[in-house]
């Protein structure tokens, strides 16, 4: 790899840190580090050049943040299964494998050639105006204004649909499980396996228990009944539903490459953050 992108938790001290100590590490390789433009006044200071398409100028990208700076990666992906080395800084890190200590040592391994690439399915949702928005976590639809139930039709292609009448829905793929899904009462799903998972939130009728289905279905989610609404992807990109607008659901063409951890797995992850492994 040539090229190596950095992205950063905007204002986070100990990112920066980090930063630069990766940039020198990169410069002496003979690697050509990018950086994203709202960080372009690092340049005059270390080695590297600002880009607005460091997801598609990058042979790898190391995040420096959390697991919302890793989704943030996810959001910026075109074509391109670009490897994502992520650094916990964060509280989480059930996405953001590799710790700080272990940053510099992993990133001097992958230019190396000599790191663990793992496969995670992301899924594409598009929404009402035909835009496609990619995802790692979860598409949530749920109320945006006074408490009321919602009625949602899901569209399972050839198969029967499904009523859901609750506050809400989640749609998720298995690394998605750990977050609003696993809150609402979903089911831990490995990130090995390729699946998403439909889970209600606060159901009264209908579907009113989580259901898990192959990765390659494809979905639509028609909203029926209600006051007003909100779709929400990955906590980042939301717009306002109306009577009967569909939300379709499918598999992502490409995944997203996480480079793992070689002392930490996701187990070690559950006991970390949720104490269910003993």
């Not at 090229?3 to 690697?31: M, N, T, W, Y």
């Not at 992301?122 to 009321?148: C, F, Q, Y």
């Amino acid at each position: 790899m040539r090229k190596v992108g950095l992205v950063l938790k905007s204002g986070h001290a100990q990112a920066l840190a980090l930063a630069e100590e990766i940039s020198h590490i990169l410069s002496r390789a003979g690697k050509v580090t990018l950086i994203e433009e709202p960080f372009a006044n690092l340049s005059s200071n270390w080695d590297v050049r600002p880009t607005s398409s460091i997801a598609d100028e990058s042979d790898l990208i190391v995040a420096l943040g959390g697991d919302g700076t890793i989704l943030r990666v996810a959001a910026l992906l075109n074509d391109k299964p670009v490897p994502v080395l992520g650094v916990n800084l964060g509280r989480v890190g059930f996405l953001a494998e590799i710790s700080p200590e272990e940053v510099c040592s992993e990133v001097q391994s992958a230019i190396d050639g000599n790191y663990l690439p793992a496969e995670r399915i992301m899924l594409e949702a598009t929404l009402p105006d035909k835009r496609k928005v990619r995802l790692l976590n979860e598409v949530v639809i749920h109320w945006s204004g006074v408490a009321r139930i919602i009625d949602i039709l899901v569209k399972l292609e050839a198969t029967r649909d499904i009523e859901i009448r609750a506050d809400g829905v989640i749609v998720a793929t298995p690394v998605g499980s750990s977050a609003y899904s696993y809150a609402a009462g979903g089911p831990l799903v490995h990130p090995d396996v390729e699946a998403m998972l439909i889970t209600p939130i606060c159901p009264y009728f209908g579907l009113t228990r989580p259901l898990i289905l192959p990765s390659n279905r494809k979905l639509e989610l028609v909203i029926q009944r209600g006051e007003t609404f909100k779709v929400t992807i990955d906590g980042r990109t939301s717009c306002d539903l109306k009577l009967g607008d569909t939300i379709k659901i499918e598999k992502s063409p490409i995944p997203f490459v996480i480079v793992k951890s070689r002392t930490r797995g996701y187990f070690d992850a559950l006991d970390a953050k949720l104490g269910l492994v003993r």
